[in-house]
């Protein structure tokens, strides 16, 4: 136990000692936190749209003002004939058309599409979303305005995030991140470099015994991890107003759960791996492929099936989905069960695997 | 000349010795294309949705089997109690729950409307956004084949221009090249040139009769060509696996690479100039170009939608003026006409890059 205790304590020493690495621990995540949180915003704002009137209507100018009192929109234009509508989109200037194709005062409405948009869909990601918020703008303009109104109501209540504010989802997920790149790089880095300047080769003929040096090695960084993690959460909610709906017992049993897991991967990969750069290039690809993977930036039901598969396996999906559950929705611990059991699984296996491929005589 | 042919044929061995990096290097760029391409998509499918219906009628049945039948959305749960809404919410098994009004049957004649609640969880606002739309978009042709004859806004037909089919992929492919560009000629140059500095090579290579420029030349061409292959390999992925178009001119793409690899090699020196050991070096390039790369450079997120100080920042990050110009000549077909400023943007970007890593670089190693 003390030979761990004077392990615990070197490595510290050593973290703190390295004043390259140190403001790379401690101010890259915070620098992280505020450029992510700010960054990763699929909010639609400013959306640039123009108008396209083909039936000559009066409530142009009315629909013009009213579009552009909407945070949403900026109206660029109205036009009358298609070919420069359309060379608006072309050039890059308008996001939108909103094309109307008749005159709405006619005694007969012809039964074809009266409202026509017409959208630039480059940017996949965020095109259905604009146009989620046109034809929701115009259905409530002539819902107010006409006769037309539809004949069911569709009435909704935004649950747990009411100002639909994008910040309030992608902070918890990107603590969650931000912890497992730490956490996974600086094992991973951390023991491939005692291999690339032998150091370990003392290690190894000394009377310390495996586990001795693997607990030496990564309780210091469960440490630092779950210091970033709750200073995290308190600058979220410090600078972002980040709810914490929830029980924070429950998020520290899942965090030192969750630490236990990426620490024993990035013990994993600096076995396998023979230099610091190696261990680098390792991690480096498996933590894209988890992120990608961990439903952060695209939801994980439109993914095929054996996409699905694969980031159901990923650790930090479910920790992502544990303090996105925990922070905003106050769902208790029983309801995350299932979540721990897998967690709780993958690390006893990657421990293992990692703690046998570890050999102290090379 | 011939011993800088030397140098490069060293530096070749130095890359081929290490197998695992080396098969990183080619197998990343195609692994992170097929996972992009095909697992990532930000289309609302397979949604799970529970219903608490209070009027139990043949309307509320159809309209609940229609929405149950679309790819959007699968019916989960009918609930019995109105407080499980609230737990099944918290429990992340459904995005929505629809509550259906007990008068929802008495639509007919219509003399009133019929009303219907949707409880959304909207911890992820742009899902919750999608499902409004797809679901108004259901119940809107839902009333208007249940009641044909009314007069009712027909809010139809929409035009997805350039990308009709919302692929993401050709949003990703762009976004892709420049992240590998500048992953593997910026970082690891860096890393490499950093690597002689930390065991004391440098040394060495300064006293030998190679000038300081060809040494970085020589150290930079392997990754330089890797890179290219790279490219090569991406588009050949994009346009035969994924259907990228390829709108504009090949050769004028080519060109573009080029100039932003030269500019991802120029930061990749820029990096080791002021860095000593490759841990350093290698956060750096990780914090300071690849970071920026994915999440500034409108690869992951729209530009638009950043606070103004990020958004000046994207500018000066190269990464954005090359997606620009990429998307452009792939997906819009435009030429040099429409892209002059980027490629300027970036050209200047590159000179000023190597302007300071050449002020930067001593032959000196101790200051």
């Known amino acids: 136990m ?15 000692r390295n004043k390259g690495m140190l403001p790379i621990i401690f101010v890259m995540p915070i620098l992280q936190l505020l450029i992510l949180a700010n960054a990763a915003n699929y909010e639609i704002k400013n959306v640039n749209i123009a108008i396209l009137d083909l039936g000559k209507n009066d409530f142009i100018p009315e629909i013009s003002a009213q579009l552009n009192a909407n945070n949403y929109f900026t109206l660029k234009g109205v036009k009358y004939d298609k070919a420069s509508a359309i060379s608006l989109l072309d050039r890059g200037e308008v996001d939108a058309i909103i094309a109307f194709q008749h005159n709405f005062s006619a ?15 480059i940017d996949g990601a965020s095109s259905g979303i604009v146009l989620s918020y046109i034809s929701g703008f115009i259905e409530q303009y002539f819902a107010q305005n006409s006769a ?49 300047i032998g150091t370990i080769d003392q290690l190894n003929v000394s009377p310390i015994t495996k586990l001795q040096f693997i607990g ?13 993690l709750f200073f995290g959460i308190i600058l979220g909610r410090v600078l972002y107003g980040i709810p914490f709906a929830g029980n924070p017992l429950t998020v520290i049993t899942f965090a030192i759960v969750f630490l236990f897991v990426m620490l024993s991967f990035g013990l994993l990969i600096s076995t396998k791996a023979d230099s610091q750069q190696q261990a680098m290039l390792i991690a480096y690809v498996f933590l894209v492929v988890f992120i990608m993977f961990s439903g952060l930036f695209t939801s994980i039901e439109s993914m095929p099936i054996w996409a699905n598969r694969i980031s159901q396996a990923i650790p930090i999906t479910h920790f992502i989905t544990v303090m996105r559950s925990v922070m905003l929705k106050a769902t208790p611990l029983h309801l995350l069960y299932r979540e721990l059991l897998i967690l709780l699984g993958t690390g006893g296996l990657l421990f293992t695997v990692a703690t046998l491929s570890y050999k102290k005589s090379e | 000349m011939k011993q800088f042919i030397y140098f490069i044929k060293k530096e070749f061995i130095h890359i081929f010795r290490d197998t695992k990096s080396l098969i990183i290097l080619f197998a990343l760029p195609i692994i992170q294309i097929i996972l992009f391409g095909f697992a990532l998509t930000n289309e609302i499918k397979n949604v799970n949705f529970a219903v608490y219906d209070n009027s139990k009628s043949d309307t509320s049945l159809r309209l609940i089997n229609k929405i149950d039948a679309t790819d959007y959305f699968t019916l989960h749960k009918y609930l019995n109690n109105p407080d499980d809404i609230e737990a099944i919410l918290q429990s992340n098994k459904v995005k929505f729950v629809l509550v259906i009004d007990e008068d929802f049957s008495r639509l007919y004649p219509h ?28 119940i809107t042709t839902f009333s ?109 793409l080519l060109l573009e690479s080029i100039l932003f690899l030269l500019n991802s090699l120029s930061l990749g020196i820029l990096i080791s100039s002021f860095t000593s ?29 950043m606070p103004l100080p990020l958004q000046y920042f994207s500018k000066i990050v190269p ?30 970007l590159t000179i000023f890059f190597i302007i300071i890593s050449i002020k930067k670089f001593n032959v000196r190693l101790d200051k």
Do not use: C, W
């Open chain 2, 111 to 138: 003399e009133k409307q019929g009303d219907i609640q949707l409880l959304l969880d909207a911890s992820d606002p742009n899902i919750a956004t999608n499902i409004r739309g797809y679901l108004q978009n259901i």
């Open chain 1, 2 to 16: 003390r030979i761990l205790f004077i392990l615990i304590i070197k490595e510290l020493k050593q973290i703190f």
């Open chain 1, 216 to 228: 030496g090695k990564l309780f210091p960084m469960l440490i630092i991890g779950l210091g970033e």
């Open chain 2, 277 to 305: 050991s490759r841990q350093v070096a290698m956060m750096v390039a990780l914090a300071g170009l690849l970071l920026p790369t994915m999440l500034l450079s409108g690869f992951m997120f729209p530009i638009n939608n």
């Open chain 2, 144 to 252: 208007e084949e249940e009641f044909p004859l009314s007069e009712q806004l027909h809010l139809a037909t929409t035009k997805m221009y350039y990308n009709p089919e919302l692929k993401s992929v050709y949003l990703f492919i762009p976004g892709l090249m420049a992240f590998i560009l500048t992953l593997i000629s910026a970082f690891m140059t860096s890393i490499t040139l950093t690597k002689e500095k930390e065991l004391g090579n440098m040394e060495i290579l300064l006293i030998s009769p190679l000038k300081p420029y060809q040494i970085i030349i020589g150290k930079v061409i392997p990754y330089a060509l890797l890179s290219m292959i790279n490219i090569a390999n991406i588009l050949l992925l994009g346009t035969f696996v994924f259907g990228m178009p390829l709108q504009g001119s090949l050769l004028l």
């Open chain 1, 148 to 196: 037309m109104k539809p004949l069911i109501n569709l009435e909704y209540t935004n649950k747990f995030n009411s100002k639909l504010d994008y910040k309030t989802v992608m902070v918890p997920g990107i603590l969650v991140i931000l912890v497992s790149l730490i956490g996974v790089f600086l094992t991973a880095m951390n023991i491939a470099r005692e291999k690339e």
């Open chain 2, 319 to 348: 990464a954005t003026h090359y997606i620009i110009i990429l998307k452009g000549i792939m997906i819009k077909g435009v030429g040099l006409q429409y892209l002059y400023k980027e490629t300027l943007i970036l050209a200047l």
């Open chain 1, 107 to 121: 005694q007969r409405m012809p039964t074809t599409p009266q409202v026509q948009l017409i959208i630039n869909t």
